[in-house]
């Protein structure tokens, strides 16, 4: 028996909604996991995003 995914493929998130989600960590103090957990995305997510912004990839 196949196990069938619950993951939405594909999930776009807006530039804003990524911006504003890099800004709870860097600019309002929260920790990733906290910024993360706030705004439903994964840690790692977040990070990625971070990163990308730091490198002006978004």
Known sequence: ???ISTKQPGKCHPKE???EAVALNKEQGYSA????Q?????????????E?????RL
Do not use: H, I, N
């Open 38 to 50: 706030a705004v439903g995305v994964t840690t790692c997510l977040l990070y990625k995003w971070k």
């Open 1 to 3: 028996m196949y196990k």
């Open 17 to 19: 909604f990524k911006e």
């Open 52 to 56: 990308a912004f730091e490198d002006e």
């Open 33 to 36: 996991p906290r910024a993360a």
